[in-house]
């Protein structure tokens, strides 16, 4: 998400390492990341959907993920996950203000 390609020096000061999964092959995550500008932060591949499935966010009728926004804190546990509808985006700031409760 451009957003956030805007704005990872800002997770980075709070300790946070911003990644992007989905289950596209790496040769479209490379394509796209250069089309819409993303550059400072990892898009991970996800094509046998473990992640979506582990995580829950796998969609069969599409064989995709929904578009979610995962916290996981120093523990490995999950503190926070928010779900979005179609075409609707995660706010950076809404994020980074949850990254900096956990402290």
Known sequence: M???????KDFEAVNTQVLGISTD?????ENWAKSVGISNYPLLSDTHRTVSKDYGVYWPAWNANVRATFIVNKQGKIAFVELYGQGDL??????LAEVKKLG
Do not use: N, Q
């Not at 995660?90 to 994020?95: F, G, H, L, Q, V």
């Open 25 to 29: 092959s790496p040769f479209s995550h």
């Open 90 to 95: 995660p706010e950076p700031d809404k994020i």
């Open 2 to 8: 451009p957003a956030f390609d805007k704005r990872v």
